[in-house]
């Protein structure tokens, strides 16, 4: 079965190729069903090379597929090839599943939308990068796949081209995550330097026999990949692409700015680890970023009015876990915690799409309300699905795998409570922001009735990930509730598992203060928001208030910041010198010589006696050239 | 006498003149031959002599014409007036 | 022998300021005729006698007399006089004579340089020089006819009034233009002169 | 004179038996077309009498005239080019009403003026054949004497031609003064020998670059030249443009090179600044100049200071050079001159740059020519014009004259912008006159076969010079 | 022989199809197409034929040549010769003339004749420039693919056509000439040491040089292709001309003759000039740099789309002298693949603008916009072009780059980031090329006729071949490799030599450093990553390595 691995990112390539090809003249049932049929297969075939993977493991852990000879040049060998493990098959498979129901759902949503088939080429060409970006063998594929899924969130971002503004959010996404990946490919420059080699296994095994411990190569390495994973994950200071990216059509939200596409820094991180294991600098930066990131979006998060805005930032928020994770060597969980929210995040955005079809493209969440009644699959999956992103306790995926992030910010060696408590804080908030959207949205008067109904076609995608959303969790139960690590041994052979250091707490006593937390920010929403609204509504309208919701409210002002920082001095720079000041030098110089012949022309007098006068002074002086010497 | 012929070519602006300055500066280097054969005591400068006589004859003959024809031209035999090219 | 030397480049170098400065075509070719005979007296006592004959008899007979029948042809008379005056003013003559004098002082400086001239040695007659021209020469000669033949044709072709092709009548512009050079002055005047 | 000496001159006798014999038809019957076929045999038959001459080189044929590989190699430039001459102005006088047979004589005897200056190399000699070449291209310039400005070119040139024969001959007479020779060898024994006279041999070498330079209308003495070329007609001016200025080179190498005059310092350094001054110069007042025998005019003052490069070279090298670049550049002005020629009216010559706009579009053969000499003029590959500067640079860059070099190329490139005026008006698309407008006149069958001819010499020896080169070093070597 | 015809079809096609215009001008353009196909076939032909063996050729250089006198007293012959470097890249001048003559066939009504005619010779000297071993040859036909070129832009070019033909002209013609100059130096440099007079490459490649001389005559050839290339501050003619000129002459301007620039440096500078070019190594990576960042931000000030495109080449050629100059085989293979990917690419933004405004008559992209609505097949196309240009993977252009700053990072750290963040800039331009020109709403009710059968196959083609030169460009790497080595062995060759030698710099390991393998890569452990970790350990930058050398040159046996 393993032999079939290369088919996995091919089928949804030529799904897409094809899609391009011969879409304009595609009906939209056969579009989709291309679309769809293709992702389809290859989520198949992904099942079954993992049942391969759970009954035969390869040897070594991990199995590569060699299809062709990509570069080789001089000493630099790389290859078109494949490499699987564990890791990389978590993400394949949450990857085909969860665009597999996204796919059926937009087949739906996307419903006489003018570029049908384009969207789904789009789709289809995205999760062939995604797939080729967890696959590749080396960091050059694995960047070619990264790329990819830049360009196709590019597209999608921008897909409803004509408004401009849909044009600028695509084209921000795309420099932002750019600027990331400048980092990322100096840094593949400097393993590459290093270590002879950019296969990814050999890269790690070389780091480690060649590079001490606290390595500076390993730092700067470490530090310019987390650099690109800021970029694509939407981290500090790199994030503020992310909530403008909700200008693309909502399933696109859902599987590449959600589940998926954001969450490769992690799969980076996690790819590379020895290099971050290799020094605590990196690591330390990687929690850092992660723990600002949630806290800061959090915040953002909090007084955001757009229902995808709130959704996005929350996502920047998880992401942030995610790194906090990783940050702390708690490898598995932040792999756990990406599947999980891979689960729920889709949910959320899937069901506000539900939403915003209903409401008629309408998406400020103050114009809603009420839609309890109107909407009980959307009400229901968003209740599920957010109290999996806040965490409510036991029966939710992303109790579990938040809780494990936590866990090993406490207790791992490179953790802290100050890591953990951040965590913590991250706990309240989210629950707040969650709530305060779930009762903004479907509790309350009810402003504007909701239109159509929604079909089954974007129904089931929804059911089945409300379902994930809840059951995703137990494949890894806590030492408090049994002990049963599946999801960390079936990691192992790809992962280390996080190590344990000595915690302040245990780890119940731990659970048990974020249990608080969320329970706290539970309440906080329901009396804030639900039963004493106008109490918010007067701390907004507070002197203090004000400032800080438009603060927070434009993402702490970096948008700005960036915008007068590098933006404008670089449109200046261009526009002024449109017309290229280096020409300058030339057209001076053919000024110079006209203006040479202009003065030399009046020599040119037409008397004759003018150029006798010539004739004499030439011998004169040259006469006296002969006096002289 | 050269030099002062070439102040004629220089100054006058009647083409006549000009023509007298002409020969003016040719008698002189004539004049410089002869006398240079003389210092040598060769007949070479005569010889030069001799033939500068002919081409200063040459000179004026084709030198008059023109300026038969200028004057008919122009009916004037200003030199600037002839200056139509220039540029 | 040296003081009639002396004399005659004296009496050739006044001739010749004259003929430079004369308003008058008559004067002027007057002086120059004074400066060729000076010219055959410096000739002469530099031990060419053929020479100065020669000088006499082409320079100042025969090329001079080209000069007086033009003079006469164009019947250039006091309007010339007038015109004259009007292009030459005293000014005119600074810039050339400044160079003329650099020019001058250069080849005095050089010829100071490197020595006194030699006086003369021998006298060189006619028949050293027909023996000359007649021997190592003779291609010179042939050559001379040449650039008469040149000259002939060349005269003939730009002097002749009738200078059209077969087709042409005599051309009324020509006849026009021999009549109205009698008179130089408004002819003349109806041409933008640039003299000041 | 030996019947050696007879055999060696041939050339030049056929040559002035055939203006005579011209002088003589004209006078029993006056027919243009007789007197132009007289005229093209006798220049065949001069040519044909180069391989006679050949057989007894070199040779001294009185102490005026030395017959060598050198001469001989110029004689066959001067025919060939009369001859194309010639045959142009077939054409071009035709369309005028003037009396048009005497021009060939004149023309005849100009070439005539132009190999004696080729031979000479005595003082004599070379006076009398420059003012054979000067008394006839005075006629020739005021040759359509209808045309006022054809008069004031022949006036202003008579002038200034005469002014500066009189430097030339004033400073001949102070070389003789001092070294009592008038032959070039024997000026330079005196010269290595050095003495006291020698300071007036520099002096009279500066006097007679007067001459030398106006000729090759060369800065400071290159004023006349767009005036004369303007005024004159066509024909003529590809006369003054290649062959005299053809001879004048030719002479020039001779005489500094036998008379070892080059080998002063003083003659370099107003040489070096001659040639920079005329590359420069030449090709500024070229820049926008409108009017296309102006344009040719400026350019040829800079195509003379390339050719001052390659005699400031010196050696076998710069000497071939020059010849090679001057036998280029003599088909070339040949070329253009004559598709000017061929294009003027009766009333005027095609010399405004607007009389070729979009000529491509109406006559593409004759815009081809124009365009292939212009880019020879420039220098660019599959030209004569290339190799020619190719050999001039290399002659440079073997004698080290890096600064003149670099000169050459800024001026080089100058020049190509005027060209590529010129070019683009023969190509231009948009304001294309038509015939009724702007009426071109046919181009006469000879005139157009002998540019034909010209064009395909300039791409042939542009590819394949080879056999032309190895005349050159052969004939250069007689300098030695 | 096959040589001459790859120069002679073109030409006397050229010749023929100019003539039998004025009759029929379509069978004027099957002609000229004819003459490419051929041209192109015959290049593959040998390209398959000799593939096998390219690889291997160590001792005999050239696949095919024909070396025969041609002016014998200066010792010039006439000599083509063919190695992997000129078939990829004469391989590419037919292909991007077949789409030349294709993109023309529409667009060029007026003087049908002269311009096949200019356009099959410019490709014929192209052709020349790019098999031309004698330097007289090659100046010949660098000089000569010129002029039709300049005929090209300045009769069917734009509103601005005469400005930018001339400008151009002018440019080329300054710096062949100092080029020619050099050319003579070095002949007689040659001679002075040998008493030989040649022109041949082989021959002047061993011609001792003292430092300063070999620093100027360097310089001279540098400038010639430096302008052509064209590296920043010389770059201003080629916006003008790109943006003037036919569509078919921008997709030979860019595509190809900024390519010769870039051969004469791989060609001639590096290893003819192995010490002055390491002297100047870091004058020349710098301006590199400068011209990536410089052209990345005009092209994003710009409105016209041709001119914006033309802007991009500036910065996209700085990663090709940035490559060369480098020099590490990595770089050098880096930079040549970016020639044929930028070929590519360019050549079909050009394309795409030309069909653009063959369509809407304007190239102003505040008068375009929303084209996507009316042209989807043709945006789409300009999408795939616009990410190939911004350096996506899996597109050529990202290959050839990617080895360059790979190549440029073992060098110099502070190059590389830089020149990375000049990737970045790409994106800037790339993005708004996309987003006002195609993007937005239709704000002028375009309604276009989206591309026809030729113009699909043009395009089709053209990304197939940028995906496989970005998916599978090995092919393309081995065949350059016996160029690429020797021009390692004859730039880093001596340096290293005497690095070994005299300051006993780096370890004597480094002398494999030439090595240049192309044999079936292992991607097992083929970890020659000590060999490497000498570079990083001393920081002698290679350049830098030679700048330490001429010093200890300089102070003699001192040490």
Partial sequence: MFHLLWLVPTIPFAGAALLMIF????????????????????????????????????????????????????????????????????????????????????????????????????????????????????????????????????????????????????????????????????????????????????????????????????????????????????????????????????????????????????????????????????????????AATLIAAGFAALVQDDIKRILAYSTVSQIGYMFLGL??????????????????????????????????????????????????????????????????????AGFYSKGLILWGALSSPVGSATLWFFGVIGVLMTSLYTFRLIFITFHGPCHHKPSQKTGWLMGVPVIVLMTLSVVGGFVELPSYLGNHPWFTNFLQSALPATAEGHAALSELGAEGIVVLAFFLGLGAAWFFFLQRRELSESMAESGLGRALHRWWYTDWGMDWLYDRLFVRPVGWFSRANKKDAVDLIYTGTAAVTRSGWSSLRLTETGRVRWYATALVVGTVIFVLIVALL | MFALGLIGLLVRRNLLFILMAIEVMLNAAGLAFVSAGARWGQADGQVMFLFILTVAAAEVAVGLALLLRLYHRFHSLDVDAASEMRG | MEAIFYIAAIVAVLATVLTVTRLNPVHALLYLTVSLLAVAVVFYTLGAPFMAALEVVIYAGAIMVLFVFVVMLLNLGRHTVDLERSWLSPGAFVGPAILAAILVGEVSYLLARSGTLTPPVAEVGPHQVALALYGPYLLGVELASFLLLGALVGAYHVGSRRAQGRTTVGSRSDRTGLASGGDLVRTGADRPSGAA | MSSADFTALLPLIVLSATSVVVMLAIAFHRNHRLTVLLSFAGLALSFWALWPAASVVPLQVTPLLVIDRFSLYYFGLIFAATAAIVLMSYGYLERHDVRREEFYILVLVAALGCCVLVAADHFISFFLGLEILSVTLYALSAYLTEREISLEAGMKYLVLAAASAAFLLFGMALVYASTGTMAFPQIANDLLSGGAAHIWVLAGVAFMVTGFGFKL????????????????????????????????????????????????????????????????????????????????????????????????????????????????????????????????????????????????????????????????????????????????????????????????VVASVIGVFYYLRVVIAIFATENVPSDAERPLPAVHAVGGATLLALAVVLIWLGVFPHPVLDAIHKAVSGLF | MILVWLIVIPLATGLVAGLVARKNALLCRWLSLLATVAGFLISVDLWVRNYAHISLLTQEQWIAQINV??????????????????????????????????????????????????????????????????????????????????????????????????????????????????????????????????????????????????????????????VKLPMFPFHTWLPDAHTEAPTAGSVILAGLLLKTGA??????????????????????????????????????????????????????????????????????????????????????????????????????????????????????????????????????DFVGEFLVLLGTYQVSHKLAALATIGVLCSTFYGLKFVARGFHGSNRNQWKLADLSAREILLMGAMIVVALWLGLYPQPVLNTFAPTGQRVDQAFNGPVMAKLQRGAKLVPAGVSGRAEFAVSAPTLSQTRNGPRRQDWAASPALAPAAALALTDTGSAGGKR
Wanted: hydrophobic share 55%; with cysteine; proline share 3%.
């Fill in chain 1, 327 to 396: 940050g702390v060597g708690a490898w598995t969980a932040a792999i756990f915690h990406f599947m999980t929210h891979a689960f729920f995040k889709a949910l959320l955005f899937l069901a506000s799409g539900m939403v915003i079809t209903s409401m008629h493209h309408e998406q400020n969440i103050f114009k809603m309300g009420g839609l309890r009644k109107e909407l009980p699959l959307a009400y229901w999956a968003f209740v599920i699905g957010g109290c999996s992103l806040a965490g409510l306790p036991l029966v939710t």
């Fill in chain 5, 263 to 396: 051969y004469g440096l791989i060609r001639f500078v590096l290893p003819l000039f192995p010490a002055a070019a390491h002297r100047f190594a870091p004058i020349a990576t710098g301006l590199a740099i400068a011209g990536i960042l410089y052209g990345a931000l005009l092209a994003y000030g710009q409105t016209d789309v041709k001119r914006l495109v033309a802007y991009t080449s500036v910065s996209h050629l700085g990663f090709v002298l940035l490559g060369i100059f480098i020099g590490t085989p990595l770089a050098i293979a880096g930079a040549f693949i970016t020639m044929i990917a930028h070929g590519i690419s360019t050549g079909s933004m050009f394309m795409i603008c030309g069909m653009v405004q063959e369509r809407t008559h304007t190239r102003d992209m505040d008068r375009l916009g929303g084209l996507w609505e009316t042209i989807p097949r043709l945006s789409g196309s300009a999408m795939f072009f616009m990410l190939a240009s911004v350096g996506l993977p899996g597109i050529g």
């Fill in chain 4, 217 to 408: 209308a060369v800065v400071p003495f290159h004023l006349w030249t767009p005036d004369v070329y303007q005024g004159a007609p066509a024909p003529v001016t590809a006369l003054v443009a290649s062959i005299s200025k053809g001879a004048m080179f030719a002479v020039l190498l001779r005489f500094f090179y036998q008379s070892g005059a080059r080998d002063l310092h003083s003659t370099l350094l107003i040489f070096a600044i001659i040639a920079i001054a005329s590359m420069i110069v030449g090709n500024l007042l070229a820049l926008f100049q409108n009017n296309v025998k102006r344009i040719l005019a400026y350019s040829s003052i800079a195509h003379l200071g390339y050719l001052l490069v390659a005699f400031e070279a010196g050696g076998k090298m710069g000497a071939a050079a020059g010849t090679f670049y001057l036998t280029a550049y003599v088909i070339t002005t040949l070329g253009a001159f004559g598709v000017i020629a061929a294009l003027s009216s009766s009333g005027r010559d095609a010399e405004d740059i607007e009389d070729y706009r979009g000529l491509f579009w109406r006559r593409p053969v004759i815009a081809t020519i124009f365009t292939a000499m212009l880019f020879s003029l420039a220098g660019i590959p599959l030209t004569a014009g290339f190799l020619g500067k190719f050999y001039t640079v290399a002659a440079g860059a073997s004698s080290a004259l890096w600064s003149m070099i670099f000169v050459l």
């Fill in chain 1, 23 to 290: 879409g304009p003249r595609m009906a939209h049932r056969t579009a989709a069903f291309m679309g769809c049929c293709s992702i389809g297969i290859s989520a198949v075939i992904s099942m079954l090379i993992a049942w391969q993977f759970l009954h035969q493991p390869p040897a070594g852990g991990g199995y590569t597929q060699h299809l062709w000879t990509w570069m080789s040049v001089a000493n630099f060998h790389l290859g078109i090839s494949f490499y699987l493990d564990a890791l990389s098959l978590i993400f394949m498979l949450v990857v085909t599943f969860v665009s597999f129901f996204i796919h059926v759902y937009s087949s739906e949503y996307m419903r006489g939308d003018e570029g049908f088939s384009r969207f789904f080429a789009y789709m289809n060409l995205f999760v062939a990068s995604m797939i080729v970006l967890v696959l590749g063998s080396n960091l050059l594929l694995l960047y070619l796949g990264w790329e990819g899924v830049g360009a196709c969130s590019y597209l999608l971002i921008g897909f409803w081209y004509t408004d401009p503004k849909n044009g600028l959010a695509a084209q921000k996404a795309f420099i932002t995550t750019r600027v990331g990946d400048t980092a990322m490919a100096v840094g593949l420059y400097l393993l590459f330097q290093q270590l002879g080699t950019l296969n990814i296994q050999s890269l790690m095994q070389a780091a480690q026999h060649q590079w001490p411990q606290g390595s500076i190569y390993a730092t700067a390495a470490g530090l310019l990949l987390l650099g690109g994973a800021c970029g694509k994950s939407a981290q500090l200071p790199l994030q503020t692409w992310l909530p403008d990216a909700m200008a693309g059509p909502t399933p696109t939200s859902a599987l590449i700015h959600a589940a998926t596409m954001v969450t490769a820094g992690v799969y980076l991180i996690a790819r590379t680890h020895v290099l971050f294991a290799l020094s605590p600098t990196a690591q330390l930066a990687v929690a850092v970023v992660g």
């Fill in chain 5, 69 to 226: 006198p041609w002016i014998a007293s200066f010792g010039i012959r006439f000599h083509l010769a063919m190695d992997g470097m000129s078939l990829l890249l004469v391989t590419l001048t037919f292909l991007l003339g077949i789409a030349s003559v294709m993109i023309s066939w529409r667009e060029i009504h007026d003087g049908v004749g002269f311009f096949h005619f200019n356009l099959l010779w410019v490709l014929a000297g192209i052709v020349g420039v790019f098999l031309a071993m004698d330097l007289f040859l090659f100046y010949f036909a660098w000089e000569l693919m010129l002029i039709p070129m300049y005929f090209l832009i300045a009769i069917w070019g734009h509103e601005r056509r005469v400005y930018a033909s001339v400008k151009f002209f002018l440019f080329t013609q300054l710096s062949g000439l100092l080029m020619l100059v050099a050319i003579l130096a070095l002949y007689f440099a040659h001679h002075a040491a040998t008493g030989v007079y040649t022109f041949e490459y082989d021959a002047l490649m061993h011609t001792p040089l003292a430092p300063g001389t070999e620093m100027l005559i360097m310089l001279g050839f540098f400038v010639a292709f430096a």
